[in-house]
Protein backbone atom coordinates (compact mmCIF):
# COMPACT_ATOMS: atom_id res chain seq x y z
CA UNK A 1 0.00 0.00 0.00
CA UNK A 2 1.39 3.04 -1.02
CA UNK A 3 0.88 4.99 2.57
CA UNK A 4 2.74 2.11 4.25
CA UNK A 5 5.61 2.20 1.85
CA UNK A 6 5.87 6.14 1.45
CA UNK A 7 6.22 6.34 5.52
CA UNK A 8 9.13 3.80 5.76
CA UNK A 9 10.81 6.06 3.53
CA UNK A 10 10.63 9.45 5.38
CA UNK A 11 12.71 10.91 8.15
CA UNK A 12 10.76 9.04 11.02
CA UNK A 13 13.09 10.44 13.76
CA UNK A 14 12.48 14.22 12.79
CA UNK A 15 9.21 13.53 12.24
CA UNK A 16 5.89 11.80 13.40
CA UNK A 17 3.55 10.78 11.16
CA UNK A 18 -0.20 10.55 11.69
CA UNK A 19 -3.15 8.97 10.01
CA UNK A 20 -7.47 9.59 10.85
CA UNK A 21 -9.94 7.91 9.59
CA UNK A 22 -13.37 8.24 10.22
CA UNK A 23 -15.68 4.73 9.36
CA UNK A 24 -14.64 2.60 11.82
CA UNK A 25 -14.83 -0.71 9.06
CA UNK A 26 -12.54 1.04 6.86
CA UNK A 27 -9.14 -0.17 8.87
CA UNK A 28 -7.54 -2.70 6.76
CA UNK A 29 -4.56 -0.46 6.68
CA UNK A 30 -4.06 0.28 10.43
CA UNK A 31 -2.14 -2.65 11.38
CA UNK A 32 0.47 -1.78 8.73
CA UNK A 33 0.82 1.43 9.34
CA UNK A 34 1.59 1.23 12.82
CA UNK A 35 4.24 -1.61 11.77
CA UNK A 36 5.60 0.94 9.86
CA UNK A 37 5.83 3.78 12.59
CA UNK A 38 2.85 6.04 12.18
CA UNK A 39 -0.33 6.83 14.65
CA UNK A 40 -3.48 5.77 13.41
CA UNK A 41 -6.64 7.34 14.73
CA UNK A 42 -9.96 6.34 14.42
CA UNK A 43 -12.54 9.33 14.86
CA UNK A 44 -15.58 7.19 15.44
CA UNK A 45 -18.34 9.77 13.75
CA UNK A 46 -21.88 9.65 15.49
CA UNK A 47 -23.43 8.82 12.25
CA UNK A 48 -21.51 7.63 9.26
CA UNK A 49 -24.08 7.95 6.84
CA UNK A 50 -24.12 11.45 7.19
CA UNK A 51 -20.21 11.01 6.14
CA UNK A 52 -20.12 8.37 3.75
CA UNK A 53 -23.50 9.80 1.32
CA UNK A 54 -22.75 13.33 0.46
CA UNK A 55 -19.65 11.89 -0.99
CA UNK A 56 -20.93 9.00 -3.11
CA UNK A 57 -23.64 11.73 -3.88
CA UNK A 58 -21.12 14.47 -4.81
CA UNK A 59 -19.32 12.15 -6.74
CA UNK A 60 -21.90 11.05 -9.17
CA UNK A 61 -23.02 14.78 -9.91
CA UNK A 62 -19.40 15.90 -10.37
CA UNK A 63 -18.65 12.86 -12.60
CA UNK A 64 -20.77 13.67 -14.68
CA UNK A 65 -20.76 17.63 -14.89
CA UNK A 66 -16.47 17.25 -15.55
CA UNK A 67 -17.87 14.20 -18.25
CA UNK A 68 -19.38 17.49 -19.94
CA UNK A 69 -16.66 20.34 -19.40
CA UNK A 70 -13.28 18.13 -20.35
CA UNK A 71 -14.04 15.26 -22.07
CA UNK A 72 -16.46 16.21 -24.65
CA UNK A 73 -19.48 14.10 -23.06
CA UNK A 74 -22.66 15.10 -25.01
CA UNK A 75 -25.42 15.78 -22.54
CA UNK A 76 -28.69 17.89 -22.28
CA UNK A 77 -29.32 20.65 -20.08
CA UNK A 78 -32.48 18.19 -19.27
CA UNK A 79 -29.45 15.57 -18.03
CA UNK A 80 -28.05 18.41 -15.56
CA UNK A 81 -31.49 18.92 -14.01
CA UNK A 82 -31.82 15.25 -14.17
CA UNK A 83 -28.64 14.38 -12.16
CA UNK A 84 -28.97 17.77 -9.72
CA UNK A 85 -32.69 16.86 -8.87
CA UNK A 86 -31.59 13.43 -7.90
CA UNK A 87 -28.56 14.85 -5.93
CA UNK A 88 -31.20 16.71 -4.16
CA UNK A 89 -34.03 14.89 -3.69
CA UNK A 90 -31.00 11.70 -2.38
CA UNK A 91 -29.51 14.68 0.34
CA UNK A 92 -32.62 15.67 1.62
CA UNK A 93 -33.66 12.29 2.05
CA UNK A 94 -30.61 10.99 4.01
CA UNK A 95 -31.15 14.60 6.25
CA UNK A 96 -35.34 14.27 6.61
CA UNK A 97 -33.90 9.98 8.31
CA UNK A 98 -30.84 11.14 10.13
CA UNK A 99 -32.39 14.09 11.75
CA UNK A 100 -31.98 14.61 15.64
CA UNK A 101 -34.06 16.86 17.30
CA UNK A 102 -32.26 18.94 20.09
Known sequence: MLLQETLKVHHQEQFEFHYIYF?????????????????????SAKNNLMIVW????ATGFL???????????????????YIFSAFLITGLVVISLNYEKF
Open 23 to 43: LPWKNQMVEGLQLAGGKVTNF
Open 54 to 57: PILN
Open 63 to 81: GALFAYLFLGEKLKPIDFF
